[in-house]
């Protein structure tokens, strides 16, 4: 539950901590700002995962690529951002394409690192769907080491997790692979 009183103060707190003058023009609203932000991304990580049996035949490679994200990495509060790809072949059961999306929203607008992201959003999908398989690709740009540490912007850092026949079968494997890269 977000406590808005307290990123409020937290807030201004930094300002002040950083040389600021929260009470400046500019500065005035921002922290009733960050924490009306911070209440919208919480009412953002729920949604419903709705389910459709009728298709429970269908048992090919269901692929959502591209799906734009950010983040902010939990060791710095500075943003990530990228994109992630998505495939999982159904066991019965299939999810409209939205919730994918949302699935990627709902882990990413919080305090993350790249690793544990692309971990939560495959464990939830495997969880939720029960799928022969999920894998999930996820490509980022870090703004910690871009703009500050190396300051080395344009760097792209990628992880993956890979569940059931997606890291049993090398096939299934390598057409996920080629269908993110479009060969």
Known sequence: MIDKEKIRQAIRLFL????????????????????RMWEEFESMRSFDM??????????????VKDIKFYSLCEHHLLPFFGQVHIAYIPDG????????????RAFSLRPQVQERLTE?????????????GVGVVVE?????MSMRGAMSPGHITTTSALRGVFLKDMKTREEFLKLIKGV
Not at 55 to 61: I, L, Q, R, S, W
């Open 16 to 35: 002040e901590g950083i040389g600021e003058d929260p009470d400046r023009e500019g500065l005035r609203e921002t922290p009733d700002r960050i924490a």
């Open 50 to 63: 709705k389910l459709f049996e009728e298709f429970g035949d269908y048992n090919e490679m269901v692929l």
């Open 93 to 104: 059961v299939i999810c409209g394409l939205s919730k994918l999306v949302r699935t990627v």
């Open 120 to 132: 939560e959003i495959a464990d939830f999908l495997d969880k939720e769907l029960k799928p022969k």
């Open 140 to 144: 980022a740009e870090h703004l910690c």
